[in-house]
């Protein structure tokens, strides 16, 4: 036998962290992160090839205001980060278009919901991308991923963590409750004002959500083994989550109200359909925005739109607002905020443009990754950015997609 030969000079060229036939390891020194020293929510989150991230999207009734904004622009840094650091993000951000208050919306138009939630889709891609926040690998839509839905209470059903009566499954809430840790009338309220109608006489326990619900006439409907009816809330992210990333995520994103009872029931359903742990290894809850001491709202007429900032200032600056900031802190928006930001920006943007000697802006590149690794601190990077100039503030212009 005589052996593979092999052409010996063309492997000589390989490429940089790669072991050649020579036996020499060349260092990649082109990765700067290091995915390994990444700590969300104050705690390490090690990631390893692939970060599924599921961001709870939008209920395309109304017009995006910043607080909506502020959502969406954190869990497209927070990808950025992971990109940079080697790990493959894969976002997937839902929208929420079987809902009780966008059909009531479209009727009030005499609109039909799908076709009304695809005018206000538009506008919120619109705003999007005049935002810079990249498009999401999957933008899963409720109405496609009512099958699914069906199979989740069907799953629910057969593990002994749902019922059904009169045409609705009811997933049992006592697990959800103790999972919160929240006290009894706090939960009870909190349900309460997000729709889970604790009072409601036809289920066993006031912590009980319908993952399958009968429709009236002017509901949108669809067939199930328990007669004609449509998801409830949870249970459509819950199964847009399954079906598009598996059983488990690394990042839950979404504003801080959706905490409880959102994101706590989503979680939940999964885990008890598959008899899994923890579904998110780690949940990113955005500080609410205020305005006037009030959280932004449409009902209430307190918001600012982020279209209307947009037409007056460039996005890389709405992006500093919201970015400039503990993510989990909800703050108060001011329009005398925008300006610092704007001077911001402009002084980064002038140290970006100072020329360091020889490699002298190494460590400071370090500091600002280390800064972006350590619970997304942008201030701190930002800091170290502005101070030091040079590669540290164009890095941090790069990941933040404040160019
Ligand atoms: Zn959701």
């Known amino acids: 036998m005589t052996g593979i030969i092999l052409p010996v000079g063309r492997y000589r060229a390989s490429p940089s962290g790669v072991i050649g036939l020579s036996g020499r390891v060349v260092a990649p020194g082109d990765n700067a992160?290091?995915?390994?020293?990444?700590r969300l929510a104050g705690r390490p989150l090690p990631l390893v090839g692939t970060a599924r991230i599921y961001v709870c999207g939008i209920t395309p009734y109304d017009v995006t205001h910043l607080g909506h904004a502020a959502t969406f622009v954190w869990a497209d840094l927070l990808a950025s980060v992971v990109s940079g650091a080697g790990v493959t993000p894969v976002v997937c951000r839902n929208v929420t278009d079987v809902d009780d208050v966008l059909t009531r919306a479209a009727e009030s138009r005499g609109r039909y919901y799908d076709e009304f939630a695809l005018g206000q889709e538009h506008q919120f891609g619109q705003d999007m991308l005049r935002l810079g926040v990249r498009r999401p690998d999957h933008e899963p839509r409720?109405?496609?991923h009512v099958a699914?839905?069906?199979?989740?209470?069907?799953?629910l059903l057969e593990t002994g963590h749902a019922y059904e009566r009169d045409g609705c499954v009811w997933f049992g809430g006592a697990e959800a409750l103790a999972r919160s840790g929240l006290d009894r009338d706090r939960a009870l309220e909190l349900a309460a004002a997000y729709g889970d109608a604790p009072d409601d006489p036809a289920k066993r326990d006031p912590f009980d959500v319908p993952v399958w619900r009968p429709s009236s006439e002017r509901d949108p409907a669809w067939p199930s083994p328990w007669g004609w009816g449509r998801p409830g809330w949870h249970a459509e992210c819950a199964a847009m989550a399954m079906a598009v990333l598996g059983a488990g995520v690394d990042v839950l994103v979404g504003g801080d109200d959706l905490c409880f009872p959102h994101h706590t029931y989503q979680s939940a359903m999964v885990a008890a359909a598959t008899a899994g742990s923890a579904f998110a290894r780690r949940e990113l809850h955005v500080g609410a925005v205020h305005q006037g001491g009030a959280k932004m709202a449409k009902s209430t007429g307190n918001l600012t739109l982020?279209?209307?900032l947009l037409d007056r200032v460039p996005a890389p600056a709405v992006r500093m607002l919201l970015l400039d900031r503990s993510w989990s802190v909800p703050w108060d928006y001011e329009p005398a905020a925008l300006g610092a930001a704007e001077l911001r920006l402009?002084?980064?943007?002038?140290?970006a443009g100072r020329t360091l000697p020889g490699d002298?802006?190494?460590s400071a590149v370090d500091a600002v990754t280390q800064r972006l690794l350590d619970d997304l601190d942008v201030p701190g990077a930002l800091d170290v950015a502005e101070a030091e100039g040079g590669d540290?503030?164009?890095l941090a212009v790069k990941v933040l997609a404040l160019g």
């Not at 992160?33 to 990444?38: D, F, G, N, Y």
């Not at 402009?346 to 140290?351: C, G, K, Q, S």
């Open 33 to 38: 992160l290091h995915s390994a020293e990444l």
């Open 142 to 144: 409720a109405r496609h």
């Open 148 to 155: 699914h839905v069906v199979q989740l209470a069907a799953a």
């Open 306 to 308: 982020v279209g209307e």
């Open 346 to 351: 402009e002084r980064l943007y002038v140290a």
């Open 360 to 362: 002298a802006g190494g």
């Open 392 to 394: 540290a503030a164009r």
